[in-house]
């Protein structure tokens, strides 16, 4: 047992996985040599070698591309994605080719790969370096999209997208990388995918969140305790898609009410999905109408201006209190 | 200091070996054993009939849209026949000939364009990816199988095929410079037809040759007679005794002409001219390599019937198909199928049970909502 942060956490699980399964292999642009811009891969060349932590050209789509490859061969690439927002120059090999070879094979084919990327604010880095675009791969059939909110889960669930048969696109969200420590066993676990997490309980209110958003929700959650005597649930989604819904209803039947909390824009984002899922399976339990807080829907061109797009604490608040009047 | 050449000069050859009036260069000439020099022409004449059968079907309605290889033989099949069966090839979607070649069974490719996802299945022992679309997007899966096979010490050779268009996406330069860096076994076989669709090679780049675009990736670029199925074998079998001796990978430029459409949708009267067809159906790659054949003493009467008895009973075996299971859609999506695919799965299925009629489905017994009072109705 030792008190990691994410960045120390993932790289436990890349070890542990690598020296588990010899098909296991990272490609990336810095991944080896240089340990990946945020360290995740760090000092893994080293133990593995210059074949096994791959230091590629600086090309997205041949990164998934040729990793698309590698996974029909057998071997499990784990890629990396310097920052999500430049993975728009691979989606194609995601949409077109990782996310749909085992239906177009008929089962003959799969591919049993990783992409990570690390997503979201928290940087102060410029445009492309601070978006949160889950929703696009969260549409996509085949894919599974997860999203880890601290670093022991964050190392359970890559060591499970890892022995995942299927792609999954594992976002990583950089204001946790060295937010908080947290106790990580040296034994390897790992965390079912498609599986939510209630982190705190309460009859009152669901509040449902992941990545960097669920240390903002239970922010929220400890002042409608302490001030409004509300007790909320907190719901870690953990796993975007394929969308844990039976967790998510479950807790609205409880509640009556709920609020969603994602970094991603407002308009088709994951929390539409979440709420038409409440509609359809908790319609009768609510006893108000299901608030969304994200950020707006502009893109993201500006650091200077981040801490009034992505939700915070304050805005969870009062979108709680209003919920729970109502 | 004056400005000099680099050293070495960068050159690209141009290979032909036996020419559109029959011409032989002997110096050349590959050593093929008669037999499979006869299995060549055979898979030749296998890919043009069954080129023409489809767009007959097509016509007729009994299948969906395809894109022909007429005039394509020598291109695709000079190449794929460098292959053993254990080397990996990986197609864009105009190997039809090439395919078959491979041991894709001919009405697996008739349901592949039909529609049925079932034709996209390669067989367990089969090294081959199925048909890609997007155009140029399975280079890099290709240079990946490389890769793959190379790390885990595999004796691999990996061809991938792609046409004169795909030069211009971003993913074949990836794949190239992929390629190179790693120093991958691989040979890439350029078809170029001429046409993409509507737009001209000129049109396509203003490089003089495709293969020259090797050079910028420190790989060699060869470019063939396309048309001419010697020529065509013998840079193939070079270039894949080059990635087996681990030697690299290699671009061929196959310099061909698509005699007919696009695809069975398009219409290539819009855009290129009968002359032009004419003076390319001169240069056939079947004629040439029938007529070297003969003077070989390798022809061999009735061929074309027994090519043509096998096509009809591969489009019998095709048509016995029953229709396509809708509730296959929910197949192979994931590994296993998630609670929502099995509940849309369930919804597709009731909505099937309600027949071609959509009777309303017997409705289940519910709950009361809330606040609801539970009454007896009345029996009738």
């Known amino acids: 047992m030792a008190k990691l942060n994410m960045v120390k956490a993932l790289n436990l699980a890349l070890l542990q996985e690598m020296e588990r399964d010899g098909d296991v292999i990272i490609i990336g642009e810095d991944v080896g040599v240089d340990g990946g811009v945020f360290r995740v891969t760090e000092d893994l060349h080293r133990t593995f070698g210059s074949k096994r932590v791959i230091d590629s050209p600086l090309a997205e789509a041949a990164i998934i591309g040729t990793s698309v490859g590698m996974a029909l061969y057998g071997l499990k690439p784990v890629c990396e994605v310097q920052f999500s927002g430049f993975a728009f120059q691979c989606f194609h090999q995601i949409e077109n080719h990782a996310a749909r070879y085992r239906q177009r094979s008929q089962g003959r084919f799969h591919c049993q790969m990783v992409i990570r990327m690390p997503y979201g604010g928290g940087v102060r880095a410029l445009e492309h370096h601070t978006e949160s675009e889950e929703q696009f791969y969260a549409h996509i059939p085949g894919l599974t999209v997860v999203i880890p909110s601290g670093p022991r889960n964050a190392r359970a669930l890559l060591v499970s997208a890892i022995r995942n048969p299927d792609p999954v696109v594992f976002f990583e969200p950089k204001a946790l990388y060295h937010a908080a420590k947290e106790e990580v066993p040296d034994e390897s676990e790992a965390l079912p995918l498609g599986r939510a997490q209630v982190v705190r309980e309460g009859g009152d209110l669901t509040l449902i969140a992941y990545g960097a958003m669920v240390r903002v929700a239970r922010d929220a959650a400890e002042v409608l305790a302490q001030e409004d005597h509300a007790e909320c649930e907190v719901i870690d989604l953990l796993t975007i898609s394929p969308l844990d819904r039976e967790t998510v209803v479950a807790s609205v039947r409880k509640t009556g009410r709920v609020v969603i909390i994602h970094e991603a824009p407002r308009s088709f984002g994951p929390g539409a999905e979440i709420a038409a899922s409440i509609v359809e399976g908790a319609f009768l339990a609510l006893e108000a109408p299901i608030r969304r807080v994200t950020a707006w829907d502009v893109s993201f061109v500006g650091f200077a201006r981040e801490r009034a797009h992505v939700p915070d604490a304050g805005r969870v608040l009062a979108a709680a209190r209003e919920t729970l009047a109502y | ?380």
């Open chain 2, 1 to 380: 200091m004056p400005r000099k050449p680099l050293e070495p000069r960068f050159s690209v050859e141009y290979l032909s070996i036996l020419d559109a009036d029959g011409n032989l260069d002997s110096a050349l000439e590959p050593a093929i054993p008669p037999a499979r020099l006869q299995e060549l022409y055979r898979a030749m004449v296998l890919g043009r009939r069954l080129d023409e059968r489809m767009v007959r079907l097509q016509r007729q309605g009994r299948i969906g849209t395809f894109a022909p290889i007429k005039g394509q033989e020598a291109s695709q099949l000079g190449s794929a026949f460098a292959l053993r069966r254990t080397d990996w090839m990986v197609p864009s979607f105009r190997e039809t000939a090439a395919m078959v070649w491979r041991g894709w069974p001919i009405e697996k490719l008739l349901l592949f364009f039909s529609g049925y996802v079932e034709g996209g299945q390669p067989a367990p022992d089969q090294h081959d990816l199925p048909v890609t679309i997007p155009v140029a997007t399975q280079l890099p899966h290709a240079v990946g199988l490389a890769y793959a096979a190379q790390y885990r010490g595999d004796d691999v050779v990996v061809m991938a095929f792609f046409g004169d268009g795909a030069t211009s996406e971003g993913d074949f330069h990836e794949a190239l410079n992929f390629a190179g860096v790693w120093h991958v076994p691989i040979v890439f076989v350029c078809q170029n037809n001429q046409w993409a669709i509507s737009v001209p090679l000129k049109k396509q780049t203003h490089s003089r040759t495709l293969a020259q675009k090797a050079l910028a990736y420190g790989l060699p670029g060869l470019q063939v007679d396309g048309n001419d199925v010697l020529a065509v074998y013998a840079a193939s079998q070079e270039a894949v005794a080059r990635a087996r001796a681990g030697d690299g990978p290699t671009l061929i430029e196959c310099v061909t002409y698509r005699l007919g459409m696009h695809t069975t949708a398009d219409d290539p009267t819009k855009y290129r001219s009968e002359e032009e067809v004419r003076e390319w159906e001169r240069k056939d790659p079947l004629t040439r390599f029938a007529e070297y054949l003969k003077k070989r003493n390798l022809w061999q009467e009735g061929l074309e019937a027994q090519v043509g008895e096998e096509i009809t009973a591969a489009i019998q075996r095709f048509e016995a198909v029953g229709p396509a299971d809708p509730l296959r859609l929910f197949d192979h999506v994931y590994a296993d199928l998630p609670p929502h695919l099995a509940g849309q799965r369930d919804d597709l299925a009731a909505w099937l049970r309600r027949g071609p009629n959509r009777n309303p489905e017997p409705e289940p017994p519910s709950p009361p909502m809330r606040g609801q009072r539970q009454t007896t109705r009345w029996q009738s």
